[in-house]
């Protein structure tokens, strides 16, 4: 399985803890039909149903089980992991997609992945070093908690 990557996991130092190991590769892809918007409060974003909408990001794989679980706990449970049609050079197919569910507060501002690279990555990438770190550990509920006081602490 292939993943579609439209925020903060475009960056590879982001993907490297996430997915626990290094996956060269990633391609320019896109996934029409969603718009990436900015989540309420948070840095990063959130694809939202657009039926003119169109997302551009990278797409990685293939991904282990393993692996789509790591990023199942790494988005949280306000996001959903769902299969939805990507187009990359020379290759179309389904890809998994991190979409928002009704529990993620979403604002109309686009995200932009160079404005959070350059502001907010230092930060956020020491964030989920700490949080990816309870992977098998914490359930969901639990590593919420720890990722909102690695946001607070830096730690």
């Known amino acids: ?61 293939p991904i282990s089980p393993h692996e789509r679980d790591r990023v199942q706990f790494f988005e949280g449970f306000e996001f959903a992991i769902e299969d939805h049609p990507v187009a990359a050079a020379g290759w179309t197919g389904t890809a998994l997609v991190c979409v928002a569910t009704e529990r993620l507060a979403c604002e109309e501002e686009p995200w932009h992945f160079d404005d959070w690279r350059r502001v907010h990555k230092p930060g956020y990438l020491e964030a989920v070093a700490v949080y990816m770190a309870e992977f098998e550990r914490l359930g969901i509920e639990d590593a919420h908690a720890v990722w909102l006081e690695s946001r607070v602490t830096g730690r």
Do not use: K, Q
Request: hydrophobic share 45%; aromatic share 6%.
């Open 1 to 61: 399985m292939h993943l579609f990557c439209f925020g903060t996991l475009m960056d590879p130092d982001i993907r490297r803890l996430v997915l626990g190991r290094d996956l060269p590769g990633a391609v320019p892809a896109v996934l029409p039909g969603f718009r990436r918007v900015c989540v309420a409060e948070e840095t990063y974003p959130a694809a939202l149903p657009d039926p003119a909408g169109r997302i551009e990001g990278l797409l990685i794989g």
